[in-house]
């Protein structure tokens, strides 16, 4: 059983940066595929990033590809999300997720993970 808690969220200004990070325990994650999906009050769960667990390739939303990067530690069975430029819009709870499936497309659906953090809460005010 592998537990992931996410840390690093908060209330930042409009443009302000913002890093993520999710520690995973129980069970090393170095061989799972990571990723972040995001949920918005009244919105269904969305995704954000996603990397291989050799961490050498990764794959964002639309809307992040410019701003955030994601990126994992698997000394430190750790995940991270810097994200950048933040806007109102990216107000959420954000999750980090483990799949032990492989890196493929169904990796931007919640369907291949296995794990989920508790989330935590990004504001961005205007």
């Known amino acids: 059983q592998v537990q992931l808690v996410e840390s690093g969220g908060g209330l930042v200004q409009t443009g302000g940066s913002l890093r993520l990070s999710c520690a995973a325990s129980?069970?090393?994650?170095?061989?799972?595929?990571m990723g972040w999906f995001r949920q918005a009050p009244g919105k269904e769960r969305e995704f954000v990033a996603a990397?291989?667990?050799?961490?050498?390739?990764?794959y964002s939303a639309e809307f992040a590809k410019d701003r955030f990067t994601i990126s994992r530690d698997n000394a430190k069975d750790s995940v991270y999300l810097q994200m950048t430029s933040l806007k109102p819009e990216d107000t959420a709870v954000y999750y980090c997720?483990?799949?032990?499936?492989?890196?493929?497309?169904?990796?931007?659906?919640?369907?291949?993970?296995?794990?989920w953090g508790q989330g935590i809460q990004v504001t961005v005010s205007s």
């Open positions: 997720a483990a799949s032990d499936g492989p890196y493929a497309i169904e990796m931007v659906t919640t369907a291949p993970y296995n794990y």
């Open positions: 129980g069970r090393t994650v170095s061989g799972a595929v």
């Open positions: 990397i291989s667990s050799s961490g050498t390739s990764s």
